[in-house]
Nanobody, 121 residues
Framework: QVQLVESGGGLVQAGGSLRLSCAAS????????MAWYRQAPGKQRELVAS???????NYPDSVKGRFTISRDNAKNTVYLQMNSLKPEDTAVYTC???????????????WGQGTQVTVSS
């Protein structure tokens, strides 16, 4: 089994910064793509950032230039640096990872539990 645990959420004023972390653990053979999603109350979940195994990144226009995704393969961890935060960034942020385990060769998608980010105006 694989577990993803997020940390780093909290309350911040508009214009501030937060750094989220998502650590994967368990019977991991390799991790392919990793990503951050968010879901605000009453809204659909949306992709915030993604990163491939060779660190190619992708962002929607809503966060481009403000958010940066990175990963530490040695630690099986993905990060999301969020700068210039806006009240509309308020949401539960959840990471996922496409993981090949030591017991199953086909990559499986795993999700974390999420961490709350609240940006006050």
């Amino acid at each position: 089994q694989v577990q993803l645990v997020e940390s780093g959420g909290g309350l911040v004023q508009a214009g501030g910064s937060l750094r989220l972390s998502c650590a994967a653990s368990g019977s991991i053979n390799s991790i392919n793509a990793m990503a951050w999603y968010r879901q605000a109350p009453g809204k659909q979940r949306e992709l915030v950032a993604s990163i491939t195994s060779d660190s190619k990144t992708n962002y929607p226009d809503s966060v481009k230039g403000r958010f940066t995704i990175s990963r530490d393969n040695a630690k099986n961890t993905v990060y999301l640096q969020m700068n210039s935060l806006k009240p509309e960034d308020t949401a539960v942020y959840t990471c996922n990872a496409l993981v090949t385990t030591v017991t199953w060769a086909r990559p499986q998608l795993y999700w974390g539990q999420g961490t709350q980010v609240t940006v006050s105006s």
